[in-house]
């Protein structure tokens, strides 16, 4: 939960984004975590208009989220988040095998689903004829909807730091409003109806209401 | 190193792939890992042609590599990775900082350099009058050579698991045809000079062509 006296852990954002992507940007993943597992954090941000090289230091391509825990400083929000569950049973579980999994199902989320998701996305932009990823998008939501068919929970029998990461990149509309995937929905809908995650999206999306009317008010300070 | 009789370590790959891909399928960043740590594996394979339940249970999108360590099962080469680079400080350096960056960097070459390198060549394959990865890729080229200008090796002064899979992102011909990028050129040579990669490498383009041989034979004996 936010909490700017006692935290020692401090997840970093961008001090402004656009309306699109509010509700989106990353850091939402590192809020969400820090819910589940009950730890104390503080937000602070970096410009999103002008990437300097204090960002480049902790993020060499520009991007959030990042994170500070005491000394340590790490990047990327599956680092992160790996970083993040390996404090609580509730995000990593304990046991080896379902750590393995839990690993295993994190990694397919960023390295085989929004590997294609996210550039498939980008590509439509333009609004090819045809686009070239189409097919590889709908093989990897058809594997996927195979193992919900089978299971609510990716591994352990319950929810862990591989659902959290898996429905966030599901959770995308352009995502969901592709082909037909009935269990993935069910599943995108029963990750996302954790009070954990609704805390940390609503917190996201107040705390950039909260940059745009600091953005007005330097506009009309002249600034 | 591969080890019939000692391995407790079981890496899987393709029983068989096209001459194109061979010293570049994934289960080469596995090898490799177990030769940089003194790790004795033995190779299994699954049907590169066929790809059935028996895949789909160790690895839900049908791909390679995944990895048994007695009873732990674990898929995707990134989570593999981690996995083995836990095993030994040659891989995962020991104090704590440098660890958080080489998570960071490890998990960078497969989310950020990785989600776009791949798709940008899947997406040239169609011959787009113009590719629309190609601003996305060269933004993260150029944030790289600025990194690779300033140090020999990711993190920690020396080579770890993030070198091992960054360079392995990085290597693959069309991307180092990409641009001009002399820092990252000399980055990639040098990672790739190391003796565990080229034994890796040998090794991988060995199984292949063994596997090529026995192909040839079921074919004569009207398999």
Same mark, same amino acid.
């Given at each position: 939960?936010?909490?700017?006296?006692?935290?020692?852990?401090?997840?970093?954002?961008?001090?402004?984004?656009?309306?699109?992507?509010?509700? /989106?940007?990353?850091?939402?993943?590192?809020?969400?975590?820090?819910?589940?597992?009950?730890?104390?954090?503080?937000?602070?941000?970096?410009?999103?208009?002008?990437?300097?090289?204090?960002?480049?230091?902790?993020?060499?391509?520009?991007?959030?989220?990042?994170?500070?825990?005491?000394?340590?400083?790490? /990047?990327?929000? *599956?680092?992160?988040?790996?970083?993040?569950?390996?404090?609580?049973?509730?995000?990593?579980?304990?046991?080896?095998?379902?750590?393995?999994?839990?690993?295993?199902?994190?990694?397919?989320?960023?390295?085989?689903?929004?590997?294609?998701?996210?550039?498939?996305?980008?590509?439509?932009?333009?609004?090819?004829?045809?686009?070239?990823?189409?097919?590889?998008?709908?093989?990897?939501?058809?594997?996927?909807? =195979?193992?919900?068919? *089978?299971?609510?929970?990716?591994?352990?029998? =319950?929810?862990?730091?591989?659902?959290?990461?898996?429905?966030d990149v599901l959770r995308l509309p352009w995502v969901r409003a592709f082909g037909d995937y009935p269990a993935t929905d069910a599943y995108v809908a029963r990750v996302c109806d954790r009070p954990a995650f609704k805390t940390a999206h609503a917190d996201q999306v107040a705390f950039f209401a909260t940059a745009d009317g600091n953005r007005a008010r330097r506009k009309e300070d002249g600034g």
């Amino acid at each position: 939960m936010p909490d700017e006296d006692n935290a020692r852990l401090t997840l970093w954002t961008f001090d402004w984004v656009p309306e699109g992507p509010r509700g /989106f940007v990353r850091d939402l993943r590192l809020r969400w975590a820090c819910e589940e597992a009950g730890l104390h954090y503080q937000m602070r941000s970096v410009p999103f208009e002008d990437r300097g090289p204090d960002h480049l230091t902790h993020q060499p391509f520009g991007q959030v989220p990042f994170l500070t825990d005491g000394d340590l400083r790490i /990047f990327e929000s *599956g680092a992160c988040l790996l970083h993040l569950a390996e404090k609580d049973a509730s995000l990593m579980p304990r046991d080896t095998g379902s750590r393995a999994e839990t690993m295993s199902w994190v990694v397919s989320a960023l390295n085989s689903v929004e590997m294609v998701s996210v550039p498939w996305w980008f590509v439509g932009l333009a609004s090819p004829p045809e686009n070239p990823l189409e097919g590889w998008l709908r093989a990897r939501l058809d594997s996927l909807e =195979r193992v919900f068919e *089978g299971r609510d929970w990716l591994t352990a029998g =319950r929810f862990t730091a591989a659902d959290l990461m898996m429905a966030d990149v599901l959770r995308l509309p352009w995502v969901r409003a592709f082909g037909d995937y009935p269990a993935t929905d069910a599943y995108v809908a029963r990750v996302c109806d954790r009070p954990a995650f609704k805390t940390a999206h609503a917190d996201q999306v107040a705390f950039f209401a909260t940059a745009d009317g600091n953005r007005a008010r330097r506009k009309e300070d002249g600034g």
